[in-house]
């Protein structure tokens, strides 16, 4: 499912001094190099999966740095050059008097194949977002789908290509991109003005960017995406949730605000009057996560997605995985039933001894338990069937409505553990129920977000102001967000990390 076509060494190896080429080409596979580390005063190192190798006793000198320097193309704002028509990347470390001073040669492969895993979602003409730890080959991955949607679909493509990562260096992009088309950023601070001078200029259908990473280039692809253009493009990010809290790139997945209901909603929810909702259609429909190129998680509706991780309730993201053969596995987790709803009380099961602990979740969040286990380091793990649990672990609402799985586990003897609401913190105390220990760590936003809710009630009742306690920005904007909606005024005062919002009454 993949090949290799070119990594294109020999380029690289022509900009190196000769006394580091010359181990380098003793070194029995070189297809696995990843990075030649050149930093003054230090023995030179190449990089490979696992292992780092000392290719010369001798330590680099200026005048190995200016050997290098003289070879390659120019460094831009972002201190990357590259080795014109190469994939190369080249990044320069410098002093205080901005003397170059330390190298990194990252190899740079085009690969054949590495999409074959979401080529159904890209050519559907959906706007996709990948997401992935740096080094899992989005990249890699964007450049062959600029490729297949130009070359096989016969699509006006453009690349917005920030650092020549995509395209490689020089006026003539590398091969590996095809017929698609590509546009070079001046400095990484312009990116979101290219991006929509593309969509003005060029007429594309598809418009390909890698890292998306700013506030203006997220407002920037949603411009995009409004105007049909199909978007394919990466972001700072491993999971949608982290995407989710991320003040910066939130609206890339519809944003996140805080909204205020009514009492009467909030016993129906079983929640806080003060809960997190979607304010706006995602920009981007479908989300990769992708571990590596055999395996990658597809959110297929991120709206839904969002919606319902916002409120607690289970995910099902299909797993695709090819094996070994080639073949391309599906598997989605189940999709939980409910019983219509009962007036029966929810109840608490005893505790279970202090041994490793399966735990089936049932209408919660998998993602937060699985934190909340990280952060308490219980012997707990968590399944995904019931009849692999020790216990099950499900809310106050679910229980109450008596769906199939629950009928199961009490006729099975199986105990289930309560929670008031889907949060780390409710986790963390059952757990610390389960294992007679205390929770160590709160869930940091349901914490902020009842202060608030607690302020707010105060400074109503006594017209007194009130300081919250110290936050981050997107905590605090929605805090700001909470007292609007009371007719309150508020303001934030101090220096981070010490900035907090005070809360208070409205002279006017």
Known sequence: MQRQITDDIAALLLALPPHIVEPLRKQGERADLLEIVLDLGRPPTARFPGQEVVLSERDVSEADI?????????????????????????????????RIVGLTCRIGRAVYGTIAIIEDLIRTGTSILLLGRPGVGKTTMLREVARVLADEMGKRVIIVDTSNEIGGDGDIPHPAIGKARRMQVPTPTMQHAVMIEAVE???????VIDEIGTELEAAAARTIAERGVQLVGTAHGNTLENLMMNPTLSDLIGGIQSVTISDEEARRRGTQKSILERKAPPTFNIVVEIQNWEKVAVHANVGETVDAILRGQPISPEVRVIGESGELRRERGPLLAEAPETERPSRLAPATATRAVKIFPFGISRNRLEQAIRELEVPATVVSYLDQADVVMTVKNYYRKKPPIIRDAESNAVPIYVLKSNTVLQMQQILGTMFDIGAREADPLAQAMQETEDAIDNVIGTSQPVDLSPQNAYIRRLQHQMAERYNLASRSYGKEPHRRVRIYRSES
């Open 66 to 98: 200016d050997y290098v320097v003289a070879r390659i193309g120019a460094f831009g704002d972002d201190n990357r050059a590259g080795i014109e028509r190469t994939l190369h990347r080249i990044s320069a470390i410098r002093n205080r008097k901005g």
């Open 201 to 207: 200029n060029h007429m594309p259908e598809v418009i």
